[in-house]
């Protein structure tokens, strides 16, 4: 079974703070897409990284693929309170798996 | 463009009793996607169609649960009987294809509580 586990399970933050989220797996991906979800609302795709290595910067987000394709990050610089939501990576195989996500909250 | 569409978006049933929840797709594309989210336990793909093709069933419970995309185009995924354990959102999903890197569009999806 693959899988794919997410670290921290939950993050409570000041407004300001930088943080960093993991995205972990013994599989090998050729892709692997960040989602975030907010309350009542399906999830929406944020980036997708293709090649190990790969750095994607989106505003004050910063997207790391692993050498390996087996891992990958999420940094939020200068959290704000609109960051707040369920943070989903998902790589894919032969089809796509989902992490266990990261619950942040972000306070004014 | 009109997002992925899913009715209903809240569904309160005893345990034992049957629903069922309907997914639009965004025209055009091919691969919809049915995954069951709990809170806590990330999210399971149940089942994925390629058209009106069976992709991938392997995680769905085929003692209560079924699906189907008779046309190609909407899907209903039905749970008959539910069980408490069946609380979870559902969530159908589409994208053009199904090749790695695709975008995936998600609804809104269909909150279930089971009493």
């Known amino acids: 079974t693959q899988l794919l586990e997410q670290s921290p399970q939950f993050l409570s933050i000041q407004e300001g703070e930088n943080l960093t989220v993991y995205c972990n797996s013994s599989s090998v991906f050729s892709s692997l897409q960040w989602y975030r979800q907010e309350p009542g609302e399906g999830p929406v795709l944020l980036v997708t990284?293709?090649?190990?290595?790969e750095v994607k910067k989106l505003k004050r987000l910063t997207f790391q693929f692993g050498d390996a394709r087996k891992d990958s990050s999420l940094h939020i610089t200068a959290a704000q309170p609109g960051d707040t939501g369920l943070y989903l990576c998902?790589?894919?195989?032969?089809?796509?798996?989902f992490g266990t996500g990261t619950r942040l909250q972000v306070f004014p | 463009e009109a997002g992925v569409a899913q009715s209903p978006r809240y569904k309160i049933i005893e345990k034992r009793q049957s629903v069922a929840f309907w997914c639009n797709p965004i025209s055009g594309h091919a691969t919809l996607y049915w995954y069951q989210q709990i809170l806590g336990q990330g999210q399971k793909l149940l089942i994925q169609?390629?058209?009106?093709?069976?992709?991938?069933d392997s995680q769905l419970p085929k003692d209560r649960f079924s699906a189907e995309r008779l046309k190609g185009v909407d899907s209903t995924l039905k749970i008959q009987p539910a069980k408490l354990e069946d609380s979870a959102v559902y969530l159908c999903a589409s994208s053009f294809s199904r090749v790695s890197g695709n975008t995936i569009y998600f609804g809104e999806g269909s909150w279930l509580t089971v009493v």
């Open positions: 169609f390629q058209n009106n093709g069976v992709v991938d």
């Open positions: 990284v293709v090649t190990g290595g």
């Open positions: 998902a790589g894919f195989t032969d089809k796509l798996i």
